[in-house]
């Protein structure tokens, strides 16, 4: 999945050129290693921040029909979730009969959750395969708390945080790459899925239990500081907890009711698990970062950057692999054919979830009990999920009526602060206020009627 090369070619000092571990990019550097301003920079090598590192491809939640513990997954807190399940398929077959809440697969790195429900008799051992194959974790701070697990009556609105990220060893403390919210209404019947800037200016509060002071840096930077643990590998799941924290203060959201990590990594085997993904390139880009092979591009020797062919992706109708979608995905800039940067990056990442919902939902997934398991298993490791209480298979009961249909891609105005060298990272235009006032007030459909622009159209 075009994981970016730290430096070049495992070069330890440098983790940057376009996307590449660590490095903040284009300005907004959150720290060097063991520095210590406001509460202390988000050390271990690794520059937090993260101005010009391409999110990683797939970072978008993603509820495909694999498996409604993915993203949105609820359970005690892992999200693998990948497919589980067939709700008519032509076979009649006990796989073409596994109700459709089985489709269910939730993030992708990065996601979404969604589809129906039916009875359960029956299912008790894809049930148990399912919600084992999810990665467990207190992505909230719950356990810690004291925090008594609720129980499985989960109801509207809904507002679940998905979080994608590219570790790049035990030591780094990861920064996150895709930063997404899922926001589901009372009525439980369709849902809206908008992303933040991983480089949006911030206030990032103060978290005694990583021993951050607090201060003002980009939003991806949260999950560096508060994953800092004394005399210990950085903790994603500790990370995560500020990250929701901060996220909670941008939006006006008072509580996230789950949560997912979702590693890009193993996400691209959850693509070729399903045998690729077919969708839809809104016009031709080139790879910043593969050469047609798929081999990674070389650094170019006289500064940054890389040379050599490229991989293109051609407009139109695409039928993509693993490693094609996440690579795509991930481009930003305008001399690679995205001239609204990671602006047109965040909608192609939507637009990658809501092709993956519809290949996950497909017979050729759902009805083939060989490729359905490798689904599962590949999604199992590539999420942590944390439902506050309520299990994957909780979500998706509750979340039966929604479908790829009813998912409404969001797109939040925004601004660069600085050009060039002076780059410091983005901020959201006053309209944004207006969308998460909407939010809270559970009046988003009038919002939109008002607003189209807001709208991220597929094509």
């Known amino acids: 999945m075009l994981v970016g090369k730290a430096g070049r070619d495992g070069e330890a000092g440098r983790a940057g050129r376009s996307g590449e571990a660590a490095r903040a990019g284009r300005g907004g550097r959150a720290a060097r290693p063991g520095e210590a301003g406001r509460g202390g920079k988000p050390g271990g090598g690794s520059r937090a921040g993260g101005g010009g590192r391409p999110v990683r491809a797939g970072e978008a939640a993603r509820v495909g029909a694999a498996g409604a513990g993915k993203t949105a997954g609820a359970g005690k807190t892992g999200g693998g979730g990948g497919a589980a399940g067939a709700g008519g398929g032509k076979k009649s077959s006990t796989w073409s009969r596994v109700p459709r809440w089985a489709r269910v697969c939730t993030v992708l790195g990065a996601v979404l959750m969604l589809l129906s429900g039916g009875v359960l008799v029956g299912y008790e051992a894809l049930l148990s395969r399912y919600e084992g194959a999810v990665g467990k974790g207190d992505l909230f701070g719950d356990q810690a708390a004291g925090a008594q697990e609720r129980k499985s009556d989960i109801k509207g609105p809904l507002n679940i945080l998905l979080v994608g990220i590219d570790p790049r060893d035990p030591t780094t403390p990861p920064l996150a790459d895709s930063i997404m919210v899922l926001h589901v209404p009372t009525e439980l019947d369709r849902a809206y899925l908008f992303s933040l800037p991983r480089d949006l200016r911030v206030e990032i509060p103060k978290f005694t239990k990583a021993e951050f002071g607090g201060g003002t840096d980009k939003l991806n930077a949260a999950m560096s500081y508060g994953s800092r643990v ?134 050729d997934v759902v009805t083939n009990p060989i490729k359905l398991d490798r689904v599962v298993r590949a999604a199992g490791q590539s999420l942590v999920f944390n439902g506050r209480g309520s299990s994957v298979v909780d979500f998706a009961l509750a979340l039966k009526g929604i479908r790829a249909d009813s998912v409404e891609m969001i797109k939040l105005p925004g601004e660069s602060i600085g050009v060039g060298a002076g780059y410091r990272g983005e901020r959201l235009t006053p309209e944004a206020e207006g969308f998460f006032t909407a939010l809270k007030k559970e009046q988003i459909d009038g919002f939109l009627l008002e607003h189209p622009d807001f709208r991220n159209t597929t094509k």
């Open 230 to 363: 004394s005399g210990q590998n950085p903790d994603a799941a500790r990370g995560f907890e500020l990250l929701a924290m901060t996220v909670q203060q941008v939006t006006g959201i008072e509580r996230f009711d789950a949560g997912a990590i979702i590693n890009f990594t193993g996400f691209q085997k959850i693509v070729d698990a399903m045998g690729g993904v077919e969708m839809y390139i809104e016009r031709e880009v080139r790879s910043e970062h593969r050469e047609p092979s798929g081999v990674h591009r070389k650094g170019n020797p006289y500064g940054d950057g890389y040379i050599g062919p490229q991989a293109v992706y051609k407009k139109g109708t695409q039928h993509l692999s693993g490693w094609q979608a996440l690579d795509y995905v991930r481009q930003r800039y305008p001399k690679n054919g995205v001239p609204d940067g990671d602006y047109g990056r965040q909608r192609h990442q939507q637009q990658f979830i809501k092709a993956m919902v519809d290949q996950a939902s497909s017979a």
